[in-house]
């Protein structure tokens, strides 16, 4: 009887023991997950070449940084390849704006008068690196692409990798001033003859949202009266229509009126940079719709 008993009151026991550990009702409360966020928009910004124009896109960078606006990628033509280089090295726009001002026209000119007194550019690709620490393309703090012309082919070509300020001398190569660029028995000019603005780069390296910066100008129906000049205002005649059309395909463009200064006037470079602040920030708003517009069409809920 005694072992039999035990039998019996064995299961009833473990019952209640068990009971008392874990209660008597299932835990339906739900797990406590992390939130699955969809990803943020990730913002392309686009500069355009334009010679000494270019300073322009450091006050069109100080107002995105003012407001908060992040940039994920860059791309740059030219001028723009320049500025787009420092800055996505790592530089600010006080950073920009300091080495805008302390820069000298000797530190990037180097006349070779043997080769028809055209600019070598090796001063301009040293200048670079150094400003970059000598970091290549695709170490640099954000991607960047600079964008030239192949010379043989006349096909774009979009630097992602390698020597930076190599890749920057080949976009600013204009015909007739810079020699080209010998990268890989290849050799480069201006990225302004196929990509003016450099939209299509931007999206490339996977923008989702492309700002692009326009600092050229309509031909200004005289003669310029010199080489640069006139070199300068024939690129912008043939490079006006596929302007047009890349810029197309952007999503804000900005326009910094700085059609009165010349292509070498880095004297000018204060105006320049005020214009791109005066005209980057009448663009904040539709920035800011269009921002708000992409983040709600990837499912996140904008940031307040």
């Not at 992040?70 to 080495?99: I, K, P, R």
């Not at 009126?257 to 602040?277: C, H, R, S, Y």
Request: proline share 7%; with cysteine.
């Amino acid at each position: 009887m005694p072992f039999r008993s035990a039998r019996t009151w064995l299961p009833v026991l473990m019952t209640v023991l068990l009971s008392g550990c874990f209660g008597t009702k299932p835990d339906t409360t739900p797990a406590t997950t992390l939130p699955v966020l969809s990803p943020k928009p990730r913002i392309g910004l686009a500069l355009g070449g334009g010679a000494a124009k270019g300073f322009a896109h450091i006050g069109v960078i100080k107002m995105l940084e003012a407001s908060g606006i992040h940039v994920d990628v860059v791309s740059g033509t030219s001028a723009g390849s320049v500025v787009g280089a420092m800055y996505a090295s790592g530089m600010d726009a006080f950073a920009l704006q300091q080495q805008a001002f302390a820069l000298d026209e000797s530190k990037i000119r180097d006349v070779r008068f043997f080769s028809g007194g055209l600019v070598q550019g090796q001063k301009l690709e040293d200048y670079v690196n150094e400003l970059v620490h000598h970091l290549p393309v695709e170490k640099l703090r954000t991607p960047f692409a600079a964008v030239a012309t192949e010379l043989e082919t006349g096909e774009r070509a979009i630097f992602v990798r390698g020597n930076t300020g190599q890749a920057v001398r080949a976009s600013s190569s204009i015909p007739g001033v810079f020699e080209p660029v010998e990268i890989g028995g290849k050799h480069f000019v201006d990225g302004g003859l196929v990509s003016p603005v450099p939209v299509d780069a931007a999206r490339q390296l996977g923008a989702d949202i492309v700002i692009a910066v326009d600092i050229s100008t309509k031909p200004s129906g005289s003669n310029p009266g010199n080489m640069v000049g006139i070199v300068g205002q024939s690129i912008t005649i043939m490079g006006r229509k596929l302007a047009e059309q890349e810029l197309a395909r952007a999503d804000i463009i900005i326009r910094p009126k700085v059609g009165m200064i010349g292509p070498t006037d880095f004297d000018q470079k204060n105006v320049a940079i005020l214009e791109g602040e005066r005209a980057a920030l009448a663009a904040i708003p539709a920035i800011r719709a269009k921002i708000a517009e992409k983040t709600a069409a990837m499912g996140q809920p904008p940031a307040h």
